[in-house]
């Protein structure tokens, strides 16, 4: 019943951009906040962006002016618009929900996450 594929990630030169987006199965993606969240090389996953069913959104400061969230609810899809990339944004990079209810709504479950490497 649970699914989340995020895709679009790859390898990009500093100063590059990427578009990532997440497919979303369930009828949870309409009706609640969703995020974007990363992990990198030896570090604990860390948030970057959420939005609100409404359009609401909220930025990470380390991404702030950089990267754009936006949702499509007819189609259950997530985007991460991402600019201005900078090596220290490599990491393998996620959506869920963004909720202190997300173990309520989906328990411990993630995706596979899309990889994101910046590089000379």
């Known amino acids: 019943q649970v699914r989340l594929v995020e895709s679009g990630g790859g390898l990009v030169q500093p100063g590059g951009s990427l578009r990532l987006s997440c497919e979303a199965s369930?009828?949870?993606?309409?009706?609640?906040?969703m995020g974007w969240y990363r992990q990198a090389p030896g570090k604990q996953r860390e948030f970057i962006a959420s939005?609100?069913?409404?359009?609401?959104?909220h930025y990470a400061d380390s991404v702030k002016g950089r990267f754009t969230i936006s949702r499509d609810n007819a189609k259950n899809t997530m985007y991460l618009q991402m600019n201005s990339l900078k090596p220290e944004d490599t990491a393998v990079y996620y959506c869920?929900?963004?909720?202190?209810?997300?173990?309520?709504?989906?328990?411990?479950?993630w995706g596979q996450g899309t990889q994101v490497t910046v590089s000379s």
């Open positions: 369930g009828s949870f993606f309409s009706i609640f906040p």
């Open positions: 869920n929900v963004d909720s202190p209810f997300r173990a309520t709504i989906l328990g411990t479950y």
């Open positions: 939005i609100s069913n409404g359009g609401n959104t």
